[in-house]
């Protein structure tokens, strides 16, 4: 049965932006080949998600690979997740500067929730996420914005290298970079449609989440548990089947790098990310039905995993004994992310949550970046830093309850036939909905992984990382 998306409002004018725009009309996601006026780097929101304190330095150094664009954004939200802790710290550390604005999550603890945050108060007509453990090429930001050159492009994602605190493992295949939130080996090699983006390298356009709502919170990580997610592989479903003849671009050239901790080279580790995977891909398969759910990991499993095998056992052959290592891995990881399938779709439950809204913040008096001394959506100063809560957010959702009050929740008819996903994907914690109060230990150990293609000139271990959090090699 088609699953008929509600009506949703009109779009309400931004500052300097004129009328209301209705869904359909030209300049809007879902009417694609009109003549919007593409967006610029300078209006670009760079939203990070930070959580714990033992993240400090790469926290530091994702807002200054930031400031270091060459094409520079129009600002960058920090969003920290129910940690009172490294909040206040962070409001000392980035005291007086305008550049940075601090949120705190208002919706459950997790990531999907700190993306909602950060999308809700975001002034920029392009909203963009980076991880709090990546750093972005000086050219990411203009990139991502280059994207948007055809109006019918709502979606743009990047290439992420993965940065290895140690040497990279000789069994780890690059068809499995996804584990450690990389590129892998398979995806488009160009510029190309995909289905879905990864979710620490990404990019939409500001009125997709005012006509399709926010991240789902029963999907993606939190602290602690399994390495799960999935959020952004159900979000793009979502927004294709709500927005039809829109496009989700992979563009390459958008390029971070994303720091691979040690503890994620065990094998231990990429064993239970994989089953995490399967239960994860469960989940959304029972929101999105398990065709638009599992259609790009099937080609991945027929085409690109049986060549890695082939390749990795020639390589044996020919003396090299990373082959057979390499053979092995992406028979056990495919083993464990079809039992953790398996045993999602035969034990998971089918409730959901429903899909929370987002909307804009109230404009804010003064140029775009500035913030006076109420700032933008009820915000208040806090040493300097923007600190956002309470009932900025619950005027935000009001705004756009209306069109968010249809949700996936079961099989319904694809939008536009995708070639790829960026992310082969995780998935779901059940998450209450209610504000829980910020944790102060600021412990606790969430995977934050997202997904790209690993060939490219850097070769699949991407420039090493070097001390206080900078790669060699990004330019």
Request: aromatic content about 4%; charged content about 20%; glycine content about 14%.
């Amino acid at each position: 049965m088609t699953e008929r998306p509600a009506p949703t409002p009109p779009l309400g004018p931004r500052p300097g932006q004129g009328t209301p725009r209705t869904p359909g009309t030209p300049g809007t996601p879902g009417a694609p080949g009109t003549g919007d006026v593409p967006p610029t780097a300078g209006e670009v929101s760079v939203v990070i998600c930070a959580y714990t304190e033992q993240r400090w330095e790469d926290i530091l150094a994702a807002v200054g690979s930031l400031r270091a664009q060459r094409r520079p954004p129009l600002e960058t939200l920090l969003v920290v997740d129910h940690n009172a802790r490294l909040h206040d710290r962070l409001a000392e550390h980035f005291a007086g500067d305008d550049t940075v604005r601090l949120l705190e999550n208002e919706q459950a603890r997790g990531l999907s929730g700190g993306k909602n945050t950060g999308a809700a108060h975001a002034r920029g007509r392009v909203v963009a996420y980076l991880d709090d453990d990546a750093v972005a090429d000086r050219d990411w930001v203009g990139a991502l914005a280059d994207g948007y050159a055809d109006p019918a492009v709502v979606a743009v994602g990047g290439h992420t290298l993965p940065s290895w605190d140690i040497r990279r493992p000789l069994w780890f295949p690059p068809e499995f970079d996804w584990v450690v939130g990389c590129s892998y080996r398979g995806l488009p090699a160009h510029r190309a449609p995909v289905r879905n983006l990864s979710g620490g390298n990404a990019s939409f356009r500001r009125e997709v989440f005012e006509r399709v709502g926010g991240f789902r919170t029963d999907l993606g990580r939190s602290r602690g548990g399994r390495p799960m997610g999935c959020e952004e592989t159900e979000f793009c479903i979502r927004l294709s089947r709500l927005l039809p003849g829109s496009v989700l671009l992979y563009e390459p050239a958008a390029l971070i790098h994303h720091r691979v901790p040690e503890a994620r080279t065990r094998f231990g580790y990429f064993q239970s990310r994989c089953y995490a995977e399967g239960l994860s891909k469960a989940q959304v398969a029972r929101l999105a039905g398990r065709g638009a759910a599992l259609a790009s990991e099937r080609r991945h499993a027929a085409v690109a995993l049986p060549r890695g095998v082939v390749r990795g056992l020639t390589d044996a052959l020919r003396g090299r004994p990373r082959g057979l290592g390499q053979a092995g891995a992406i028979v056990t990881g495919t083993a464990a992310a079809a039992w953790g399938l398996l045993r999602g779709t035969v034990g998971g439950s089918g409730a959901a949550a429903p899909v929370p809204p987002t909307a804009p913040p109230a404009p804010a008096a003064g140029p775009a970046g500035a913030l006076g001394a109420a700032g933008a959506g009820g915000a208040t100063r806090v040493g300097g830093a923007t600190r956002i809560g309470g009932p900025a957010r619950a005027s935000a959702v009001a705004a756009a309850s209306s069109a968010t009050a249809s949700s996936t929740t079961g099989p319904s008819t694809p939008g536009p036939s995708p070639t790829a996903s960026t992310t082969p994907g995780p998935s779901a914690t059940s998450a209450p909905t209610q504000r829980r109060a910020p944790a102060r230990d600021g412990s606790g150990a969430r995977a934050v992984a997202t997904g790209s293609t690993p060939l490219s000139a850097a070769g699949p271990d991407g420039p090493p990382r070097t001390r206080g959090g900078h790669r060699r090699g990004a330019r």
